[in-house]
């Protein structure tokens, strides 16, 4: 069973920056729409940034002009670039495979462990 793996996540102050890298999806990222999601404590997981097959970047409104989604299509790696960080970007960090170009949750793979992404004022 194919699941995500997320990396790079940690603890930074406010206003610092990280990088997140989404990897083994078993799918190539330019024939896919993957997704960036997160989950806060007692909320549900909601989509946060992804990128087209086509290399179409869309963010949520919460993360837009802080947040950068790439890929490398080389190392079918997909990026999540977070600058501007606030403590209530909080939360563990998922990617997947979504199966439309939808802004929903609706994706192909199970979810992997997540990337902890803790932000402190």
């Known amino acids: 069973q194919v699941q995500p793996v997320e990396s790079g996540g940690g603890l930074v102050q406010a206003g610092g920056s990280l990088r997140l890298s989404c990897a083994g999806t078993?799918?190539?990222?330019?024939?896919?729409?993957i997704g960036w999601y997160r989950q806060a404590p007692g909320e549900q997981r909601e989509l946060v940034a992804f990128?087209?097959?086509?290399?179409?970047?869309n963010y949520a409104d919460s993360v837009k002009g802080r947040f950068t989604i790439s890929r490398d299509n080389a190392k079918n790696t997909v990026y999540l670039q977070m600058n501007s960080l606030k403590p209530e970007d909080t939360a563990v960090y998922y990617c997947n495979v979504k199966r439309d170009s939808g802004w929903n949750n609706y994706v192909y793979l199970s979810w992997g462990q997540g990337t902890q992404v803790s932000v402190s004022s």
């Open positions: 078993g799918v190539p990222s330019s024939v896919y729409h």
């Open positions: 990128i087209s097959r086509s290399g179409t970047p």
